[in-house]
């Protein structure tokens, strides 16, 4: 969120009109109205809308109405009230909120009213609890925000809670967005929207439930604006103008649920948000929004960004010179300045675009946010004469961007980009043990920007990962008859990167022991390797025995994927509003090679099959196994060549995965001679 400010030379007549301005006049309320709270109500139970749901929302209803300040400019008012049916225990977490606060040196938002209170049936009488201002509570959550928490008192399963609070706000440029779906399903989702004729806003919407009401009218309104700031006497100055009201409702709208290969939920919550593009007549034609350009000239020139990247950093000077002795290439000048950023230089936060200190200070104490680090890498990299830019892009969990809308908020982290020889490296140093010209998965969410003059676009997408991964087994009888093998792993790079952080974090030993209880007590692992640890920009191997602790039952049943393949099918819902986003694509294959133990002859084996998930082949399933006379030889490849699967797909993903769960299930028998 960013404060709108009227950043043009204005007309005469806009002069006059910002020294006289008024507060607002016509005020217009939502068309819903609220029924009054009956104990029929609360004796409600269950809802048709879901038999499941832990609180159900009765009604949500807001509005925003631009109004005219004293300021000489304009504000809006945002107001909300939501009122909730708590069914049980599990639904307690819906009267417990915060409100967020924005803020930008002294201005900041403002919570003009709360209200809230809890109602309950006691012995047959409806209780009203209302909500004590001594129990409302102020959070600093950042810099930018403050939250308003508390708690409405006196839950009880069957409780309704109402809570009603209107927020003015100078902060033009983002108004209050709408969500029409959250954890809880709604009976009723509401909001009303005015806009002046001089002020234009992008309406930028998401989700896959449908409008019940998808509304819009033009009207008049009467606007007083006054400038009490001043020394001199305070005037005011009315005038009408064209207004535009829009109304957007939804009902009956499920709750959305976070399900596994999901980006971020955020991404797919039926919501609506509102972003100043441009000031009209009768104010001065501004392009507020302007063009990415624009946007990136801004940061280049920004005290807290483009300005750090200055050729004047010979603060550097006693850092780089060590680093580059030798006769050395300039790929190998960046591999080791990114290696002294990334073993020298702490990140204390992963959600940042702006700093918030000098990057001499950060390479001082040795600690910064993402946006710090990669920035001080970026620097290095040019003083060192090193071709380099920042790169601004949004992670999966803080969502998307839009191509078309050069939004700044839409973006929350900082990687670098070097090209040299003509071959572009992109280089996040604040992940320890992330390999040179690496990106975690997280970072492939679309659109990311070059902040550059040109404002290069680029894009990274899961679709062009490409995650491979070998296992072999070799089982066989020994000298003494015991049945003996050899593992050897070799996943590919991002799994080898899960397997680093989590021996950096556990150590070897007790990663080791975590690997041993996977196999339970039937199997007994032992000189377990792992090869290049400390080779980042490649995935490690790692290599173990086997040893079985059979009883000489009459029957053996061996699953051929050991502790590998899918124990369960990864998506468990029936149905699914929203696209699945795997990772990455991937292709996993298991070997294996099974000496018929010492005194047993096979019994039952699986039948091999091969599955396409779709006739382009853009899934592939082999389950192919086959027997001799002493061993039994086993291969599984699962290959998936996208990542990401629109909602239409979701039935037939679903059920291809289904097959592969059940396959891999399937075991070995082994009957005694």
């Not at 030798?326 to 002294?340: H, V």
């Not at 320890?432 to 970072?443: A, D, N, S, V, Y």
Request: glycine fraction near 4%; hydrophobic fraction near 35%.
């Amino acid at each position: 969120m960013a404060q709108s400010k009227p950043m043009f030379k204005l007309t005469a007549f806009i002069i006059i009109l910002l020294l006289h301005f008024s507060s607002a006049v016509a005020q217009k309320n939502p068309a819903y109205k609220f029924p009054k709270i009956e104990p029929a109500i609360l004796q409600t139970k269950i809802y048709t809308l879901d038999s499941n749901a832990n609180a159900i929302v009765l009604a949500d209803v807001g509005s925003t109405y631009i109004i005219a300040n004293t300021k000489g400019w304009f504000s809006y008012e945002f107001k909300r009230k939501i009122r909730t049916h708590i069914l049980n225990k599990n639904g307690y977490n819906e009267a417990t909120m915060e409100i967020d606060l924005y803020r930008d040196g002294s201005a900041e938002e403002k919570l003009k009213s709360l209200k809230a209170a809890t109602y309950n049936l006691e012995n047959g009488n409806l209780v009203e609890t209302k909500l004590e201002k001594a129990n409302v509570f102020t959070e600093e959550k950042s810099k930018r925000y403050i939250s308003k928490k508390f708690t409405l008192p006196n839950i009880k399963e069957g409780s309704i809670i109402e809570i009603e609070y209107v927020i003015v706000s100078d902060f033009l440029f983002n108004l209050q967005p709408w969500a029409f779906q959250s954890a809880s399903p709604r009976l009723w989702s509401d909001f009303v929207l005015s806009v002046p004729q001089f002020f234009e806003y992008t309406f930028i919407s998401q989700g896959y439930h449908p409008f019940f009401i998808k509304d819009k009218k033009d009207g008049v309104s009467n606007f007083s604006v006054s400038n009490t700031r001043g020394a001199s006497a305070t005037k005011r100055f009315i005038f009408t103008s064209g207004t535009t009201d829009y109304r957007w409702v939804m009902k009956n709208v499920p709750e959305l649920k976070e399900e596994n290969f999901t980006s971020s939920i955020s991404n797919y919550i039926s919501k609506i948000e509102f972003q100043l593009s441009a000031l009209k007549d009768p104010l001065a034609y501004q392009d507020v929004m302007g063009s990415w350009t624009d946007l990136t000239k801004k940061l280049l020139n920004h005290e807290d960004f483009g300005r750090n990247l200055g050729t004047n950093n010979n603060w550097l000077s006693d850092v780089i010179k060590p680093l580059l002795t030798g006769d050395i290439s300039e790929l190998e000048k960046a591999r080791r300045i990114y290696a002294y950023v990334q073993n020298n230089i702490t990140c204390t936060g992963h959600n940042a675009v702006y700093t918030t200190q000098a990057l001499k200070n950060v390479l001082k104490i040795k600690s910064g946010a993402v946006s710090e680090v990669n920035l001080l890498l970026t620097a290095m990299l040019r003083y060192a004469g090193v071709e380099a830019s920042p790169i601004m892009l949004s992670t999966k969990d803080h969502g998307f961007t839009y191509p078309i809308y050069p939004i700044l908020n839409r973006f929350n982290y900082i990687i670098a980009q070097t090209t040299i020889n003509n071959v572009a490296y992109t280089l996040d140093a604040s992940q320890p043990r992330l390999g040179f010209g690496k990106l975690l998965p997280e970072c492939y969410n679309g659109l990311a920007i070059i902040v550059n003059k040109d404002a290069t676009p680029i894009a990274y997408y899961s679709d062009s990962l490409k995650e491979r991964k070998i296992t072999s087994v070799y089982i066989a009888n020994d000298e003494k008859g015991n049945w003996m093998g050899t593992i050897k792993n070799n996943p590919g790079y991002y799994e080898s990167y899960n397997i680093r952080d989590k021996i950096a974090e556990k150590g070897q030993e007790n990663y080791f022991k975590d690997l041993k209880k996977e196999y339970g007590n039937d199997i007994t692992i032992s000189n377990f390797k792992i090869d290049s640890l400390t080779k980042y920009e490649g995935p490690v191997s790692m290599q173990y025995d086997l040893s079985f602790n059979q009883d000489k039952e009459d029957l053996l049943y061996i699953s051929p994927m050991f502790t590998e393949g899918y124990k369960e099918n990864p998506f468990k819902s029936a149905e699914r509003f929203y696209p699945v986003e795997m990772p990455y694509t991937f292709d996993n294959t298991f070997l294996a090679t099974i000496q018929i133990p010492n005194g047993y002859v096979v019994d039952e084996i699986p039948k091999s099959m091969k599955l396409k998930f779709n006739e382009e082949g853009e899934g592939y399933f082999e389950y192919f196994i086959a027997q001799t006379e002493s061993t039994v030889s086993f291969r599984s490849r699962i290959q998936m060549k996208r990542a990401t699967f629109s909602p239409d797909e979701y039935d037939i993903l679903r059920e291809f995965f289904n097959l592969i769960v059940s396959k891999q299930k399937e075991q070995i028998v082994f009957k005694k001679k």
